[in-house]
């Protein structure tokens, strides 16, 4: 695997993309105000977020400001790598960084990071100090809005001036999208405002992409809908070149369950995270 970089994408853009993309292996990224620099995103164990965070350092110019997508354990689990930069999310992902870490449902799901999550569990993430209850400018360049879809407490990071949509995990691009605590048909109508936002889109896992992505991806939300619990009935589609498929039966049984008034976690995500 090559190693990740920090990455110029436009004038005081930067991103930091984990290649593949699968589990626990997600993207951050970082801007530059005159203030300094906000960080998006924080990566997961202390082998992917310390190279980070000593790029980022590289930089030169004080952590201001950090922004979490959302409050899944991949995004947050290097908030302490920036130790005085301010906390942005949103109420539901400060709830979730108030509670304790469920150290072995993340060892069941990646187990290729169980050593890591030992560390996790004795570090911890750092509490929200802000609230991103509303869209707002946060900086001169970098407006943030609250959605859903992937959570019912996503984010977006915006930089309007250089035409960069930091998504998180509302996009995933050539990996199979995780829904077990989202809605695939509200994640699907969602997108079709993400695709306008700008014309760069960082998602939360996989490579850059555009508008063909989004829509790629509002497809595959859309199977997982229409197949009615079936996960025979997906269909074919560009995501027959993604990685993760076995994310399917997860999306499809929960679009289901949403479906018929049912908001608890799909037994088949249970089953994963070693509780089914
Ligand atoms: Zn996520």
New binding site residues.
């Given amino acids: 695997m090559p190693k990740p970089s920090l990455e110029a994408i436009a004038e005081g853009v930067f991103v930091w993309l984990q290649p593949d993309g699968g589990a626990g292996v997600s993207n951050a990224g970082v801007v530059v105000d005159g203030d300094g620099l906000t960080v998006v995103d924080t990566l997961m164990v202390r082998s992917q977020w310390a190279p980070f965070a000593a790029a980022v350092a590289e930089l030169d110019q004080p952590v201001r400001r950090m922004v979490l997508t959302?409050a899944?354990i991949?995004?947050v689990g290097g908030t302490k790598a920036f130790p005085h930069a301010a906390v942005y999310a949103s109420p539901d992902t400060s709830t979730l960084l108030d509670q304790p870490m469920p150290i072995d449902a993340y060892k069941a799901f990646m187990p290729a990071f169980t050593d890591e999550f030992d560390e996790i569990a004795e570090l911890g993430t750092r509490p929200a100090t802000h609230l991103v209850d509303g869209a707002a400018s946060l900086t001169p360049r970098i407006e943030v809005l609250p959605a859903s879809g992937?959570?019912s407490g996503d984010v977006l990071a915006l930089v309007p001036d250089a035409d960069v949509c930091f998504a998180?995990?509302l996009c995933f691009f050539g990996v199979t999208p995780?829904a077990f605590q989202g809605d695939p048909a509200e994640w699907a109508l969602m997108l079709d405002a993400v695709a306008d936002l700008a014309g760069l889109i960082v998602p939360?896992h996989g490579p850059i992409g555009g508008e063909v992505e989004v829509r790629e991806l509002q497809g595959y939300l859309r199977a997982c809908v229409e197949a009615r619990g079936d996960v025979n009935q997906v269909g074919a589609g560009p995501w027959d070149r993604w990685i993760e498929r076995d994310r399917d039966a997860i999306n499809v049984e929960r679009a289901a369950m949403l479906a018929r008034g049912d908001d608890s976690i799909p037994p088949s995500m249970l089953t994963a995270i070693g509780l089914g």
């Fill in positions: 959302h899944h991949d995004h992937h959570t998180g995990d995780l939360g």
